[in-house]
């Protein structure tokens, strides 16, 4: 079964809008982490924000921010303002002891950011 | 240099050749990882090393032969790989505690090596 599951392949944005980029995970574990990471064109993945499970609050980091609704399992990244420089893929990863404390990531979701 | 840093940045090789990729960080961490990122597919965890000890093989190839000769540099020496192999080969460091403490330790990535095997 599929541990993370990424919904949108691609998603467009027009410039300066909000975007929310979708991401669901399957887990039996109570302490676990979620992180989003963006990677550009030229293959490097960026860190981007981190969720524990247990974090009462919803992360955020300029402007991303991390909508978790653990009773749903999801954890949608949100980018306010969109830029031109935001076009890349992101990745929805978890972190569990039951996936042997290992990052387990989505299948990404490529992001276009429109002018 | 900070960060982490992986040459070449692309690489073309025949099915017989033997090459050799090549991961740096200057983080301070104790784990290093290798991961390959192929077209329409999630990120696949090859190896993890943890204090120069192998701790993860997740079913590799012995085609794929990974060497950590210390914690700040790790290699994946190639051998008789297919065009099936041709990827985005990513190196990924942290700083690795065990048990829940662990669990927020976010993996930097280097730019990764674009492997196309002919």
């Known amino acids: 079964a599929q541990k993370i599951t990424q919904t949108q392949p691609g998603m467009f944005v027009q410039e300066k809008e909000a975007v929310t980029l979708d991401c669901t995970y399957d887990t039996s574990d109570q302490s676990y982490g979620l992180f989003w990471y963006k990677q550009p064109s030229s293959g490097e993945m960026i860190f981007l924000i981190y969720?524990?499970?247990?974090?009462?609050q919803n992360a955020t980091e300029g402007r991303y921010s991390l909508n978790f609704q653990k009773a749903r399992k999801s954890a949608n990244l949100v980018i306010s303002a969109s830029q031109l420089g935001d076009s890349a893929m992101y990745f929805c990863?978890?972190?569990?002891?039951?996936?042997?404390?290992?990052?387990?990531f989505g299948a990404g979701t490529i992001l276009r950011v429109k002018s | 240099e900070t960060g982490v840093t992986q040459t070449p940045r692309h690489l073309v090789m025949g099915m017989t050749n033997k090459k050799s990729l090549k991961c740096e960080q200057h983080l301070g961490h104790n784990a290093m990882y290798w991961y390959k990122q192929s077209a329409k597919k999630p990120l696949e965890l090859m190896f993890v090393y943890n204090f120069k000890e192998q701790t993860e093989n997740n079913s590799v190839p012995s085609r794929f032969s990974p060497e950590c000769p210390n914690s700040s540099h790790l290699f994946l020496h190639l051998h008789t790989l297919q065009p099936e192999d041709s990827a985005l080969y990513l190196c990924?460091?942290?700083?690795?505690?065990?048990?829940?403490?662990?669990?927020?330790?976010?993996?930097?990535f280097g730019p990764g090596t674009r492997l196309t095997v002919l």
């Open positions: 990863a978890m972190r569990g002891m039951e996936y042997g404390n290992k990052l387990v």
């Open positions: 969720q524990g499970s247990y974090d009462e």
């Open positions: 990924a460091s942290s700083h690795l505690v065990p048990g829940l403490a662990g669990l927020y330790n976010e993996q930097f």
